[in-house]
């Protein structure tokens, strides 16, 4: 788990740090989706992996997935490239109430109450670090919410789909990652050009060296944030689908508070403390949500 906070962190700080010499989301989002591609085609050639047999079908079934990773990733990015790192993650920390609204909504599924009572503090809490942001934005907050939405859709998706059922052969939790990655970018990339097409980042590209910056740099920010996207997310993968549901649920809720405070340091983010009671009420809140849903299993 340190090695997962350790690269975590290490994303999120670069990835701000991407967009704010290059403010151009779709681009960097899709960067980093595509750069995993090259690490893992090396291990399949070179037979340090297995690579992973699909079929049609198999793959068809992984499209849902893979594409709400990809809506999941952009909006995030661009909900960090409108605001602060620490709200992002705060928005983020309302996934389960969108699942439970999925659910009840969609599927007619419905939840103890137990469940739903834990959702109150979540609201309660991004409501007042909401109000309280002191760099709020209108754009920071929708792409957000809706990263927020798209993964609690990805997860949904992924029990009805798949159910626990193997699919093809070699599919581990680290093929699986990218396989999605794959897939994602190849959604991902048509509105990335079509919405920051050639001018426009070659326009960015040149912005950013009159601000100072080198070729050499820009492109090592590129290539940092989008080798510790893939490698942070390939090590979840692996290392909690080793955990109980529980003992999930405590290590994103440590993984968020890391974060926020590390990009708090690091970007010297002004948080009233107001805003810092709504972080910590809507964090507890997914937490107990978590621990809450297990144990109605």
């Known amino acids: 788990f340190f090695l997962w906070y ?16 290059l403010p151009i989301p779709w681009t960097a989002a899709t960067i980093e989706l595509f750069f995993g591609f090259p690490y893992v085609a ?10 992973p047999k699909l079929s049609g079908d198999d793959l068809k079934k992984l499209s849902s997935q893979a594409f ?36 009840a909504v969609g599927f007619k599924e419905f939840l103890p ?11 309660g809490g991004v409501g007042l670090a ?4 002191l760099s709020f934005t209108w754009l920071s907050f929708f792409a957000g919410t809706i990263s927020a939405v798209t993964s609690a859709s990805k997860a949904i998706l992924s029990k009805k789909v798949l159910d626990g059922k193997p699919l093809g052969e070699n599919l581990t939790p680290a093929n699986m990652f990218a396989v999605l ?64 549901p529980v003992t999930h649920a405590v290590t994103n809720t440590v993984k968020r508070v890391v974060i926020i405070l590390a990009s708090v340091v690091v970007f010297r983010t002004p948080v009233s403390p107001l805003g810092m009671v709504g972080s910590g009420v809507a964090i507890a809140g997914a937490t107990a949500y978590s621990i809450a849903k297990s144990k109605c299993k």
């Open 68 to 103: 709400f990773l990809a809506a999941t990733h952009v909006a995030g990015v661009i909900s960090f490239s409108a605001g602060a790192i620490s709200f992002t993650h705060i928005l983020k920390a309302t996934e389960p109430v969108w699942s439970a609204l999925i659910l």
């Open 181 to 244: 990655t794959i897939l994602g970018f190849l959604f991902i990339l048509p509105p990335s050009l079509i919405i920051e097409g050639p001018s426009k980042v070659k326009a960015a590209w040149a912005a950013a060296l009159a601000a100072g910056y080198t070729q050499t740099q820009l492109v090592r920010l590129l290539s940092v944030s989008g080798f510790l996207y893939y490698l942070y997310n390939e090590v979840a993968f692996l290392a909690l689908s080793e955990v109980a």
């Open 130 to 133: 909401s109000m309280k942001e």
């Open 6 to 21: 350790v690269l975590n962190v290490g994303y999120n700080i670069g990835n701000k740090r991407v967009l704010n010499a």
């Open 42 to 51: 090396f291990l399949w050639i070179t037979g340090l992996r297995k690579r």
């Open 113 to 123: 109450l137990p469940v739903y009572l834990s959702l109150v503090p979540i609201l």
